[in-house]
């Protein structure tokens, strides 16, 4: 960065320029029709935290009283960021402890009986705490659904690429609604796909009936980010420009995430493999092979975790959530019998 005599001035309110590109290019693809004709409003942020922070102000401030929804369960901070915003929210059904899956017939009903007009706040991919995401077909239901409510979709994006190993299966279910023609909001984050974790770097984007509409919606951003943090910081802003910009860095970024992606389905696999191979209980234990990204809901409940971690020394979230980032093949045999012991 030196001999290419960067400097570390302030960057412009809306973020670094080549980001603002790329980022948005990743999550719709180059030629999606909403870069094209200028319908998006892509501001940098303080990666996914500090983007969903920015849209919760923009909710506040354009649309009062209007709701946000969101699963339930969900990733701990969606509560606090929204609280934070003064935006009023409540849950859908998301979860199902029957199957280990998603409780998809609550899903719709929950999202069909909000008040017309609420933001509903979905993961893109890799659903977190559950690992459970919708099929593409259910994707295309819940988009009805919100069509037919008037409700405005709300994308949180921090795993794309990590579940699938591909970038674009990740993005679908943000391109299929935008294909509709709708107008929403995406928040992104690259801690985990790049790493970047302590860089805070990530993006909203509001997808935009009209150019003209977008250029002001990135105004109001820019208003809202002004005084809460004056302007983004710039390295990892850059980083992300300078690998997805040079074509042999973006590819061995691709591959890379491919590797990981690849190594947490192995991973499940094996699990899959010991507990069916010692669990005489006749339990279908499929919803590991189902859910997808670093996080797997195992169905273990508060009192089955807390056996998890005295008798087994298996230290894990009291939701029953476990990283399959942290385990080693060496370690799923372990892990299995564990599990089985605290489920009967
Ligand atoms: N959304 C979800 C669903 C997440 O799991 C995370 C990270 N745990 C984030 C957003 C935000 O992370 P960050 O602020 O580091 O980008």
């Known amino acids: 960065m030196i001999e290419r005599g960067e400097n570390k001035e302030y960057l412009p309110i809306e973020g670094l320029a080549a980001f603002n590109k790329v980022t948005a290019e990743l999550l719709f693809g180059a030629d999606n029709p909403v870069i094209k004709q200028q319908r998006l409003a892509t501001v940098q942020g303080l990666s996914g935290t500090g983007s969903l922070r920015l849209a919760g ?24 960021i929204f609280n934070d915003s003064r935006v009023p929210w409540s849950e859908y059904r998301y979860y199902d402890p029957k ?64 579940a699938s190993g591909s970038l674009d299966t990740d993005a679908a279910s943000v391109r299929l609604f935008a ?15 790049l790493g970047l974790y ?3 770097i990530g993006a909203i984007n509001v997808v935009c009936a009209s150019s003209d509409a977008a250029t002001r919606v990135k105004s ?53 493999d010991n507990l069916t191979a ?11 092979l189902k859910q997808i990204g670093m996080f797997s809901f195992t169905g273990l409940n508060k009192a089955q975790t807390e056996n998890m971690t005295n008798k ?3 230290y894990m979230t009291k939701d029953g959530r476990i990283s399959l980032a942290g385990l080693s093949l060496a370690k799923c045999e372990y892990l299995s019998d564990a599990i089985i012991d605290s489920y009967h």
């Open 57 to 80: 102000a923009f909710i506040e401030r354009y649309f009062p009283g209007a709701k946000v929804l969101i699963s339930s369960p969900t990733w701990g901070n969606h509560k606090n």
């Open 99 to 162: 199957t280990v899956g998603l409780d998809f017939e609550g899903m719709i009903a929950d999202i069909k009986a909000a008040p017309e007009g609420s933001f509903v706040l979905l993961h893109g991919c890799a659903h977190n705490p559950t690992g459970i995401d919708p099929t593409p077909e259910q994707w295309e239901k819940i988009a009805d659904v919100i069509q037919e409510k008037n409700h405005i979709p709300f994308f949180d994006v921090a795993y794309q690429g990590f």
């Open 179 to 193: 294909a509709r023609g709708l107008e929403l909001l995406v928040a992104q984050s690259y801690s985990k796909n």
């Open 198 to 200: 302590a860089e805070r």
């Open 220 to 272: 109001q951003l820019k208003r809202i980010a002004r005084p809460m943090y004056s302007n983004p910081p710039i390295h990892g802003a850059r980083i992300v420009a300078n690998v997805v910009g040079d074509p042999a860095l973006f590819n061995e970024w691709k591959a890379e995430m491919e590797m990981m992606a690849g190594r947490i389905k192995g991973v499940r696999q094996k699990l899959y």
């Open 278 to 288: 010692t669990d005489k209980s006749g339990k279908d234990w499929s919803f590991i």
């Open 312 to 314: 087994w020394h298996v």
